[in-house]
C-alpha cells in the first residue's frame, strides 16, 4: 500500500482515509479471491470477536459456512464451549442449520424460536423426521395455544442432503415454496432457501481437516491458561485466541508462552492468536513469545470506554498499518480488531495488511447473536450487547470469586454495559451483513486492480481525507 500524496505525521482512523481508483484489468468481482492472508486460509477474511453477546453456536456455524470463523468468548465454562465446538462441528457444511420442534408444541412456541434464525422457518419433527413447516406468515391470526400439527403446511419440498444449491434454487423456484429440506435416509439434515441457495454456490465454507465447520476459541490469560487450552484443543478447537485490553504485558507474553508449549504438546497444529495492542514493538513481542497471528486494536470498538477513561490508544488505521508491516517482517499476521461500522472500513483494513478483520459489534444485532431478540417502544427489534471489558463482564469472568473480590473488580471496567444493537430492516440476519461486506470488499479489489488480498494490499493507494470529505462520500436516504 502506498499513500497518494506521501504518509502523513499523525495517525490515521478509517475514517481519515480514501482509497484512490487505479487501472485495472479486473473485469469482474467474482475474479477476486478472497481467502485470508493470516495463515488460517480462511474463504473470507472475516472474524467474529470474542464477545458474549456476539459470538455463539448459531453465529458461529452460520459464518463459518459462508468462509468466516467466529471465536467462542473466554467467559463461558470449558464444557460450554465444548459442548459448541461439538455442535458446530456436527452441524450440516452446505443447508443451513433447522430450527425444529415437536408435533404437540404449541404454535406460540413455534413464534417463539422463529428469531432464532434469519430464514424464518421452523420444521416440524416426528423422531427425527420431517413432517411439515410453518413460518410466521402462516401462524397469523392463529391461537397461539394451537397445536402446530393443526397449523403446519405439509406441502414440502423434499430434497436429498446431496443435491446442489442450483437443484435446490431451480426445484424452489418451480414450486415457490420457501425453503427445501434436505434429508438422509428419511430424517432431517438441514433447510436451503431460494437465497440459501444462491449463498452456498457463491460461498465456501471454511473447513477443517475432516471436512466439518471451523471455529476458534479465547483462552484467557488468568487462571490455568495450560489446562484451558488443553480442554479446547482436546475438544477440537481450531484456533485459540487470547486477549487483554492491554496486550502488550508480561502476563500475556507468559501466557502466550505457555499456551503455544500446550498446542506443541498436543501434536495439533492449531494458530495461537495473542493481542490486544497497537505498536511494532508490541506486535514483535508477541510474536517472539509464539503468537501466530496478533490482534490489533485498543479502543476503536463501539463498546470500548477505554480511550475516554484512560487516554490510551490509537487511531485504527494506523495501527493496523504499523503493526502489519511488523508482522509481515517476521512472517506472521495480524487481525485488525475492531472499529469498522461500514464495508469501507473492511476493505481499508485489508489494504492496511491485516490478514483478517475482527467483527464485534456490528454482528451482535443479528437473528445469529446469542440475545434474545426485544423490542423498543416503537416496535423496532434491537438485541442487547456489552463490552468485554464493562463491569457486566468483568462479573461473569470472575464469578468463581469471593463476592467481596467480584464487587470490587467491578469498579474497575472499561466498557458499556448495555447497549442496544437495532436489526437493520435490510439486513437482519449476519449472512446480509456478510453479503453487504463481501459485495464491497470484492468491489474495492476491482478498483484496485487486485485478484487476490496480497495483491490488494500491495497496489492499493490510500488518500487523506478531511472530515467534509468523508461526509461527501455519505449517500443520502431522503433529499437535502
Request: charged share 20%; glycine share 10%.
Amino acid at each position: 500500500m502506498r499513500f497518494l500524496t506521501g504518509k502523513p505525521s499523525y495517525d490515521l482512523t478509517y475514517d481519515d482515509v480514501f482509497m484512490a481508483p487505479r487501472r485495472s484489468s479486473v473485469t469482474s468481482r467474482l475474479d477476486v479471491d478472497m481467502t485470508s492472508t493470516d495463515g488460517l486460509g480462511l474463504p473470507l477474511p472475516l472474524i467474529v470477536a470474542n464477545m458474549t453477546a456476539v459470538a455463539g453456536r448459531r453465529m458461529a456455524e452460520t459464518v463459518a459456512r459462508r468462509g468466516g470463523i467466529a471465536i467462542i468468548p473466554q467467559d463461558l465454562p470449558t464444557d460450554i464451549v465444548g459442548n459448541a465446538i461439538a455442535r458446530v462441528k456436527a452441524a450440516p457444511t452446505v443447508f443451513d442449520s433447522a430450527i425444529t420442534i415437536g408435533l404437540h408444541a404449541t404454535v406460540g412456541e413455534a413464534l417463539m424460536l422463529l428469531p432464532k434464525r434469519a430464514h424464518g422457518v421452523v420444521v416440524v419433527v416426528d423422531h427425527g423426521k420431517p413432517v411439515g413447516t410453518l413460518t410466521a406468515a402462516e401462524a397469523e391470526g392463529l391461537d397461539r395455544f394451537a397445536q402446530v400439527h393443526e397449523a403446519m403446511s405439509t406441502d414440502l419440498t423434499i430434497v436429498d442432503v446431496g443435491a446442489t444449491p442450483t437443484e435446490v434454487f431451480d426445484l424452489l423456484s418451480a414450486r415457490r415454496h420457501k425453503a427445501a429440506i434436505a434429508v438422509l435416509d428419511g430424517r432431517l439434515v438441514g433447510l436451503m432457501t431460494v437465497k440459501g441457495a444462491l449463498r452456498a454456490a457463491l460461498y465456501s465454507p471454511a473447513l477443517d481437516g475432516d471436512g466439518n465447520l471451523r471455529i476458534g476459541a479465547a483462552v484467557g490469560i488468568s487462571g490455568d491458561v495450560e489446562r484451558r487450552a488443553e480442554s479446547l484443543l482436546e475438544a477440537g478447537a481450531d484456533v485459540l485466541v487470547m486477549d487483554t485490553a492491554h496486550g502488550h504485558q508480561e502476563r500475556m507474553i507468559s501466557a502466550v508462552q505457555r499456551c503455544r508449549a500446550a498446542v506443541n504438546a498436543s501434536g495439533r497444529n492449531v494458530p495461537i492468536v495473542a493481542g490486544n495492542v497497537v505498536t511494532a514493538d508490541g506486535t514483535a513481542d508477541l510474536i517472539e513469545a509464539g503468537a501466530d497471528v496478533v490482534k490489533v486494536g485498543v479502543g476503536p470498538g463501539a463498546m470500548c470506554t477505554t480511550r475516554m477513561q484512560t487516554g490510551v490508544g490509537r487511531p485504527q488505521f494506523s495501527a493496523v498499518l504499523e503493526c502489519a508491516e511488523e508482522a509481515r517482517d517476521s512472517g506472521r499476521s495480524i487481525w485488525a480488531d475492531g472499529g469498522v461500522r461500514h464495508p469501507r472500513d473492511v476493505a481499508l483494513a485489508l489494504a492496511a495488511g491485516a490478514g483478517a478483520v475482527m467483527i464485534g459489534s456490528w454482528f451482535a444485532g443479528t437473528h445469529e447473536s446469542p440475545g434474545e431478540l426485544m423490542y423498543a417502544s416503537d416496535g423496532r427489534p434491537y438485541k442487547e450487547s456489552f463490552g468485554m471489558a464493562s463491569a457486566r463482564a468483568v462479573r461473569a469472568r470472575t464469578r468463581t470469586q469471593s463476592a467481596f473480590d467480584r464487587a470490587r473488580a467491578s469498579l474497575f471496567e472499561e466498557g458499556i454495559s448495555s447497549s442496544r444493537m437495532y436489526l437493520d430492516p435490510a439486513r437482519p440476519g449476519v449472512e446480509d451483513l456478510l453479503d453487504f461486506i463481501v459485495s464491497g470488499v470484492r468491489s474495492s479489489c476491482t478498483y484496485a486492480g487486485a485478484r487476490t488480498l496480497t495483491e490488494f494490499h500491495s497496489q492499493a493507494i490510500v488518500g487523506v481525507q478531511s472530515a467534509s470529505g468523508y461526509n461527501e462520500g455519505r449517500p443520502l436516504h431522503s433529499s437535502w
